[in-house]
Every structure is written in C-alpha cells, then in structure tokens.
C-alpha cells in the first residue's frame, strides 16, 4: 500500500507537534505494516493477538474507533490478563469477517453500535489474553524444562522464581506458537486488576493531535480519482435528462456517470469534481418522489394521536384508573427530525479489480458493507476487503443497512473500470444534511392519574413517528406484532412502580429516509416520559426528586444513581442567586443500553428568554468501569451531544426538499455554550455495559425542568424556544 498524508491540515498539524513537543510517533500501527512482520517469529495465538519478535503486542480491535475510545478500551482487557506493559500495546483494525469478528450481540455480523462494544468483548477479550499468556508460560516451561506452575509473568516477561530466570514474550513468540492452544483457562480476580479501572492515556490521542491519524479521506493511492455525486433534490427523484458537457470541459473533470443514487463527477482531484458537479445540468424527475412538509407531516401525526394505536405494553387497565382519579394530567410532546452530522462528511476510497474490491472507510458495519459491495461489484464477499479507518464521528450514520454511502462509490467505481482507478467518494457537509438518513420526527401523547395521596395509578403514552427498521434488514427480528421497538424503548419499558400502564404506538409509512441516531428511541422518550413525571410530581405537590425515588423502590440501580446525583448536585441546597437572571434546577433519571444514567441540570435564564446550562451533575452506573476516564468522557460528549440537539437542531422539510443546508442553517452547540459537568461513577463489579450513548437520554428533560423551576414555563417542543421562556 503505497500512501502519503494529505497537504494542508494535516501537514500543519504534523509540522506543529514536532516543532512543539518533538515528533511523536502514532502508537497506532498502520494496517499493512503489521502484515509484513516475519510470519514465522510472530506468535498468533487468536484472531486478536499477535506478538511480535521485539516483545510489541498487537491488539486487533473488531469495532470502529469514531471517538469513542474502543482503540484503548478493548486492548486494556488483553493488556490486563497477558500481562504486558501498555507501552508495548499496538492496535490494528480487524478486517470484515463475520466468522471471527462478529459483534456477540448482533449474531452472524460485525459492526459497532448500541454501546456494545465493550459489553460484547468484555470476557472474549479477556480469554484471548489469557490464553496467550497460557501458551506463552507453556513454552518457557518447555525452553526450562520446568513446571509451567512454578512460573509467573509480569510485564511482558516470563518469571521463574527459584532459579531467577525470565524471558520476554517476544523471545518466546516462535515457541509459543507451537503450543497447544489450552481449552479454558482462567481470568483474574478483579483484585489483581492492574489495568482495569485505572485510567491511562488513549492510544489514539498522539496520533489524532499530531495528524498522523488515517481517515479514510486522507488515503491516497496512485492514480487516485476523487467523485462528487449529484443527488436528487428530493427523495424518490431520478435523473430524467443529464447535460454533462460543460462539466467535461472543466480542467480535471475526466467523467461524469449515472449510478442509482445520482450523477458522478469524477476527476484529478476533490475540488475539479465538486466544480464538475456544479456545471452538470441535470432534470430531475420527482413524479415518484417524497413532496411532504414539516407542518403537513406533523399535522398528520397529531392527528393521529387521537387514534389508537397498536398496544406495545399493556398492564391493568389505565383508562378506568384515568377515569377514577381525582387527579388527571395530559401533555404533548414534539421532536423534529435530527441529522447525525459527524464532523467527518462521509467518505470512503474504493479500488475495484476485476477479481477483487479493496476499500478503505471509517466503517460501521464491515461485513454489511462488504456484502453491499460485492454484490455491486458482481464478486464473492471474501473478494472485497475492508480496510476499516478511524471514522470522525458517526452516531449512527455509517451504520446503515443501505450502506448508501458504500454503495454509491462501489457503484461509481464499477461505472468508470475504463478509467482502471481507484475511486475516492466525498461528500460535502451540505451532502450530509441533504443526503439523508436523519432520527425520525415523533409525537407524544400522556395522560396520567394521581389518587388522593398523589401517587400515579394510570400512565397512558401514545407515540408516533417512522419506524427506523421497516424495510430494512432488521425488520423481521426487530419489529414484532406490528411494534419497531426502537420507537418504544425507554416508554414500553417504563420502570417506574404505575399499577396501570398502557403504551401504543403509530409508525406512519413517509418516504424520508431515516436512521439510528445517538441513544436511538429514547433520545425522544426519554424527554417524554421525564418532563412528564415531573408535571406529575408538581400536580402531586412533591419534590421531583424524592417522588421519582420513592416509585424507582424496586429499580435499585436507577434508584442508585439518582439518590449519586441529587447528593453531587447538592439537590436539597438552595441554588446561589445571580442578578438579572432567573436560576432553576431540573433532573431527570433514565436507563439505555443497559446502563443507568441520572443528571441533575442548573440553568439561568434571562429576561429575554435567552438561557445557560451552568452546570451538570452526571451519576452513572455502567457495572464495571474498565477505564474511568473513558466513561466521564462519554458522559461528557453525550451530555454536550444532547444539549446540542436540546437547544439547536431540527431538520425541517418544504415540499419533500430539506431546508437546513450547512451549520449555519443546522446550528450545533458552540464550545462557550458546555456547561460545566461533573461526572460521578457508582462502584461496581458487574460486568460493564456501554458508555457511548447512555448519557444523551436524561439531559434535555433535566433542562426542561430545570427551565420550569427558573420560570415555570413548560417546554415539551424540541428544540427548545427560548421566546417561551421571557419574562412576562
């Protein structure tokens, strides 16, 4: 593989660390190198390790590294039961191969998502490093002639007490490798973690300050062509008639085809194909294509809020409870559309053979992908090769049963084999916001009972909006009876103590592609049924906090990080004033992936309805922290993720045409607008869950109720209108 690192930034970057600290040289090793290591001296013992003659170990990691720290937390586990330095620890990507790869959750597939990186790999992991440290004790004691009882390892060696003998694993990689390769072999106490739950420094950090990091958009291959697609300007529309001329006679342009998703301009280099893209004239035919608009749309779903749905969970009988009670509450409860709008536009490098298709991408589900492709290509899936990069954010968007943007350059590089060149597909930012896959638009309906002592007895929710699975390759196992639960998770499963709780839901068929997005369904019902059981705690004149404690009795891990939280955030103290502004506190407790998760939001709000989110106390319970650094990271990022889209995004649509086109149009949050967070982790040994998504759910409801205690205006529209809140 023949690369260069791109001009400009990255050579900026590069230049500005060896004049600050002296050249670093990247921890991570890149793919290709590793494959040149002497096979014979290199000791492989699984699919995830492999120990090199100068004692260096690779870990190879089958999840993407987008951000969020799989590239240190996945060799930690290695690290701790093989027993190696961490300074010795390499990192190389897995290739696409569902047979040693697979994600143990999802079954026959690799991918990463649904924070279940660790979860999935936790003990895999675990014995891939203790097995290789079984084999590496077995060929000392053999080279010794010793029993392999009496040895112990520490630090990349191997240690014989009595006779004061030791060898590093590298010495003992050729031997090792003859081993058998033991059966079952035991983990270590966790009283003998050396590395689990501890924090340390990422193996990703130097690399990706420094510009050394390999994006799949700084690859370049010899004879490397760059494609700019032009898309409908609407979904569902075709190309009816292409002028491509006057994009041909533009300096660079060397072709312009039409594959399924659009029109490609290829060309020398980014900037020529994307001048290309812009002299196409092109007719679309949009008979066939999605007309609708954001107020049509929502109207149709309100609408159908008054109708019932199909029941996803069912228990007692809340419309007689709701008939009985004294105390009766309805709200509703809005949230657009959302674009996933990684700071990385999607990209990817094709090169397509006739008896093979290599690519290079920052990708989510490998062996989806590499189906998707083969089948384009007209190959085998064992013909194409994926070579996974580090991906600058994701969120869901290059998780995609379409593997649209894959699809697309496998598409165009099949188009142009006249040309014999690898093909490099960019999109630009205002591709990814018109280009779709986006978080559903969905609609709430509640409606609760309180009795006479102001307990809930009745908990009625309505929901509506696009099933993201529908039609897709997940639909059979995921959809059941009529019910996406990704469109009901954190509702259906409601933990709270309601003796009579009815959920339904609606999933109107609209022609907008749509797509996970961070935190899936929750990222709507959790605000939903958050804000809500604060209304209910007010109508019952109780503290917010204490009434959600007392109905979380039996939920004890909810129960624990809420009771961490409100105690950090110093819930039952008076918020200190500030002049000119009102100042309020909110919280909210919710559970995803597994993994429980309680904030507690301060905000001061402005006479013009303007606000801050001043502080946020964040208490979560992932079972074990593997690396604590890494879980307070991805309860920051999710916290700022949330509040972002709590405050900023919607994509909104005129006439089936999306009408934000950049981040001057699509706002996320700015860096002087992150609150200050504290994040607090409850101890304990049960097996980690995920971290990646967890801390989005109880932000936005913690600040709409912390807004409502400022204020006492009641926010349930996403983003939040800041008119709502001024001073009468």
Known sequence: MDTTIDLGRRDFLKAGAALGAGLTIAFYLPSGLAAKLPAATTFKPNAFIRVAPDGSVTVIVKHLEMGQGVNTGLPTLVAEELDV??????VESAPADATLYNNLQWGKMQGTGGSSSMANSYLQLRRAGATARAMLIAAAADMWKVDAKSLSTRDGMVLHASSRRKAGYGQLAESAATMP?????????ARDFKYIGKQFKRTDAKAKSNGSAEFAGDLRLPGML???LARPPSFGARAAKVRPDKALALPGVRAVVEVPRGVAVIAADFWAAKKGRDALQIEWDESAAERVSSAELRQRYLDLLDKPGTVARNEGDAATAFTAAPTKFEARFEFPYLAHAPMEPLNCVVHLKDDSCEIWAGSQSQTSDQATAAHIAGLKPEQVFIHTTFAGGSFGRRANPASDYIAEAVSVARATRHLDAPIRLMWTREDDLHGGFYRPMFVHALSAGLDAEGSPVAWSQRIVGQSILAGTPFESAMVKD???????????NLAYAIPNLHVDLHSPRVGIPVLWWRSVGHTHTAFATEAFMDELALAAKRDPYLFRRDLLAQQPRLKGVLELAADKAGWSKPLAEKPGVRRGRGIAVHESFHTYVAEVAEVSVRPDGSFRVDR???AVDCGLAVNPDQVRAQMEGGIGFALSAARHSAITFKDGRVEQ???DSYPLLRISEMPQVEVHIMPSEAAPTGVGEPGV??????VANALFAATGKRLRRLPFET???RSA
């Open 85 to 90: 330095p961490w300074d010795k620890i390499r």
């Open 181 to 189: 390769v033991p059966q079952d072999v035991a983990l270590k106490p």
């Open 226 to 228: 760059t494609a700019v």
């Open 482 to 492: 009529g019910i996406d639960r990704t469109s009901v998770e954190g509702a259906a």
């Open 616 to 618: 946020v106390v964040c």
């Open 661 to 663: 086109a950049n981040f």
């Open 697 to 702: 759910p109880p932000l936005a409801p913690a």
């Open 723 to 725: 008119a709502e809140l």
